[in-house]
């Protein structure tokens, strides 16, 4: 049950993951969510019966699962240290964690062949564990687990302050928590390998209703943390789509009436004035640069703008500005004030 719930989690990351994958240039975080989400499925009674069976009945599956794991665990470590460097888009080849990724991959191999496990075993380490071998199997994943989170969630609680957003902050913590338990998970499992070993069954059964809450809990605190960021990026695009949409349409009013006495200004096509904007933007941008114009060669025009279109105006320069980056051509208050009657003292 813990693991089908904890890989339901990890898909539900999965498919949080996939709508930005054309975009995104490092996608380490989906492929650690796809390999730890499948070892967890691969887990499951019914899946890992059946699976095993097609691999012969020698429990293959559940050292394939666990290389799936750790290899997931890389992926993901790597994918955090280079967003806590603000360098997610290098490539850099970690020859060092590949190789000691290579290692504990063999050493797993090593381990695994050496343990008696002649019958497929949905409790693998309860059926198996009391032997030295299914041990030091477990010992080698896990200890591998515990260094990787470890430098993990150092990184997260010391750069999360640097975070700009506060969705990045929040996102830091919620893995550093996360790790913090994994942490809590590798040193159970390894305290229920040892009590297997010494045959303390009694306290290895009260490890275990730990061991279950921690990892419930660790795959929790990382997936939500590791899903904010993309689904906060994307309720932050809407809501900027459906901002520039109201603005486009209350600036076409404002800008009929700017320029109806000097149409000559009005452009036949778009100006490309913001290289990267969709075609909306490039329509705000136009108009909003043709308000301005018209104001400046025709006072006059100024008082057929309410208070209203003023602040609108305002917030039209300001939206550019601040989510595409267009130098503001403002109105001083003074002129503004003279063009709607106002004297200026």
Same mark, same amino acid.
């Given at each position: 049950?813990? !693991?089908?719930?904890?890989?339901?989690?990890?898909?539900?990351? %999965?498919?949080?993951?996939?709508?930005?994958?054309?975009?995104?240039?490092?996608?380490?975080?989906?492929?650690?969510?796809?390999?730890?989400?499948?070892?967890?499925?691969?887990?499951?009674?019914?899946?890992?019966?059946?699976?095993?069976?097609?691999?012969?009945?020698?429990?293959?599956?559940?050292?394939?699962?666990?290389?799936?794991?750790?290899?997931?665990?890389?992926?993901?470590? !790597?994918?955090?240290?280079?967003?806590?460097?603000?360098?997610?888009?290098?490539?850099?080849?970690?020859?060092?964690?590949?190789?000691?990724?290579?290692?504990?991959?063999?050493?797993? %191999?090593?381990?695994?062949?050496?343990? !008696?496990?002649?019958?497929?075993?949905?409790?693998?380490?309860?059926? $198996?564990?009391?032997?030295?071998?299914?041990?030091? $199997?477990?010992?080698? !994943?896990?200890?591998?687990?515990?260094?990787?989170?470890?430098?993990?969630? $150092?990184?997260?609680?010391?750069?999360?302050?640097?975070?700009?957003?506060?969705?990045?902050?929040?996102?830091?913590?919620?893995?550093?928590?996360?790790?913090?338990?994994?942490?809590?998970?590798?040193?159970?499992?390894?305290?229920?390998?040892?009590? /297997?070993?010494?045959?303390?069954?009694?306290?290895?059964?009260?490890?275990?209703?730990?061991?279950?809450?921690?990892?419930?809990?660790?795959?929790?605190?990382?997936?939500?943390?590791?899903?904010?960021?993309?689904?906060?990026?994307?309720?932050?695009?809407?809501?900027?789509?459906?901002?520039?949409?109201?603005?486009?349409?209350?600036?076409?009013?404002?800008?009929?009436?700017?320029?109806?006495?000097?149409?000559?200004?009005?452009?036949?096509?778009?100006?490309?004035?913001?290289?990267?904007?969709?075609?909306?933007?490039?329509?705000? /941008?136009?108009?909003?640069?043709?308000?301005?114009?018209?104001?400046?060669?025709?006072?006059?025009?100024?008082?057929?703008?309410?208070?209203?279109?003023?602040?609108?105006?305002?917030?039209?320069?300001?939206?550019?500005?601040?989510? /595409?980056?267009?130098?503001?051509?403002?109105?001083?208050?003074?002129?503004?004030?003279?063009? /709607?009657?106002?004297?200026?003292?």
């Amino acid at each position: 049950m813990i !693991q089908a719930i904890a890989a339901a989690v990890i898909w539900v990351l %999965v498919l949080c993951l996939l709508p930005g994958v054309r975009t995104r240039k490092d996608h380490s975080i989906l492929i650690a969510a796809v390999a730890i989400a499948t070892a967890l499925a691969l887990n499951i009674d019914p899946i890992y019966l059946t699976g095993d069976a097609a691999l012969g009945g020698r429990n293959l599956l559940d050292l394939c699962a666990n290389i799936l794991m750790v290899v997931g665990i890389y992926f993901l470590s !790597q994918a955090i240290l280079r967003a806590a460097e603000f360098n997610d888009g290098s490539f850099r080849r970690d020859r060092l964690g590949l190789t000691i990724l290579g290692c504990v991959t063999g050493s797993l %191999v090593i381990a695994f062949f050496s343990i !008696q496990a002649p019958v497929s075993s949905t409790r693998f380490m309860v059926d $198996y564990g009391d032997q030295p071998a299914a041990a030091l $199997y477990s010992a080698i !994943q896990f200890v591998y687990i515990g260094m990787v989170v470890s430098v993990t969630g $150092y990184v997260c609680f010391r750069f999360r302050r640097r975070m700009a957003s506060f969705h990045f902050r929040l996102a830091f913590t919620l893995i550093g928590i996360g790790c913090l338990l994994a942490l809590i998970v590798v040193f159970t499992v390894l305290g229920m390998d040892i009590t /297997h070993l010494l045959g303390d069954l009694s306290t290895m059964g009260k490890l275990a209703v730990v061991y279950d809450l921690s990892f419930v809990g660790a795959m929790l605190f990382l997936c939500a943390g590791l899903a904010l960021p993309p689904v906060a990026r994307r309720i932050s695009r809407r809501i900027e789509l459906r901002t520039r949409e109201g603005l486009l349409k209350s600036l076409t009013e404002i800008w009929e009436k700017a320029t109806a006495a000097r149409k000559d200004i009005r452009l036949a096509a778009p100006a490309e004035g913001i290289e990267s904007g969709d075609v909306s933007t490039r329509k705000l /941008h136009r108009m909003l640069v043709e308000i301005q114009d018209a104001l400046l060669m025709d006072p006059s025009a100024a008082k057929l703008l309410s208070e209203a279109d003023r602040q609108i105006v305002t917030r039209t320069e300001s939206f550019l500005a601040t989510h /595409h980056g267009v130098q503001e051509r403002r109105v001083s208050p003074a002129i503004w004030g003279r063009r /709607h009657g106002v004297n200026d003292r």
